[in-house]
């Protein structure tokens, strides 16, 4: 096939109307479930459903179809220990001063602090890289574009498929990051996006009602 070759559009189901808002509804319903989780089970997850939910994630839409994204999976113990070293010592740094008293105080009602212990629990890091340069093929370092769009909406998508198969998820992003490259060994011009902390929740995970408080759709949108 050449380049410039086109396919028909994939076929997309004759839903009903009806049937079309159900489906939102229901996916809607379904999402609004999904929670940040600050407290893991140590319990293994099978590798394959990391797998597909990364591979779902690679369909997201991109500048270019560069695909300017690279996720690095880490379940080694001694990796992931290095993690929350590096991250922690980040996190006492943004807690004793760096942070504004706005920044804090809007932190409060989560209670969240330094300490990471999530970061070894779960059996799972997913950490994010944009890169700056590839392109579709291996070896080719092309300009990629709209990286940082392309890489959170793959980020959603992975979020989202993990929320199907039943696990949780926290998104971590200590600053600066650049530590991350040198643990996932990736390459200087890659930029990490964000450490996504999965695995299943502890028995005794609790979520601060604050986090379940919502904007309504009239905050959220415009009909123009």
């Known amino acids: ?7 028909p559009y994939t076929a997309l189901p004759d839903y009903s109307d009806d049937d079309r808002i159900a489906r939102a509804r229901l996916a809607y319903e379904h999402l609004k479930t999904r929670r940040t ?5 140590d319990a293994p997850v099978p590798r394959a459903v990391i797998e597909y939910a990364l591979l779902a994630a ?3 839409p991109n500048g270019a179809n560069h695909q300017p994204w690279h996720f690095a999976v880490i379940e080694s113990a ?3 220990k290095s993690v929350r070293e590096e991250a922690e010592r980040e996190e006492a740094a943004f807690y004793n001063g760096k942070a504004s008293a706005e920044w804090i105080a809007a932190l409060a009602p989560l209670g969240t602090d330094g300490n990471k212990p999530y970061l070894e629990t779960a059996p799972y890091l997913i ?5 700056r340069r590839g392109g579709m093929f291996p070896g080719e370092k092309k300009q990629n574009y709209y990286v940082t769009e392309s890489v959170g909406i793959a980020t959603g998508m992975l ?6 198969a039943g696990l949780a998820t926290l998104t971590h992003t200590p600053n600066p990051m650049k530590f991350l490259n040198q643990i996932c060994e990736r390459p200087a011009d890659e930029k990490p996006a964000m450490i996504l902390v999965v695995g299943k929740p502890a028995d005794d995970a609790t979520i601060p009602v ?3 408080h919502k904007k309504p759709l009239d905050q959220i949108s415009s009909w123009l």
């Open 127 to 131: 950490v994010i890289f944009g890169q």
């Open 78 to 80: 001694d990796k992931k």
């Open 58 to 60: 690679g369909t997201a």
């Open 159 to 164: 979020i989202s498929a993990l929320h199907d």
């Open 37 to 41: 989780c600050r407290h893991f089970s």
């Open 210 to 212: 604050h986090a379940t």
């Open 1 to 7: 096939m050449k380049p410039l070759d086109h396919i």
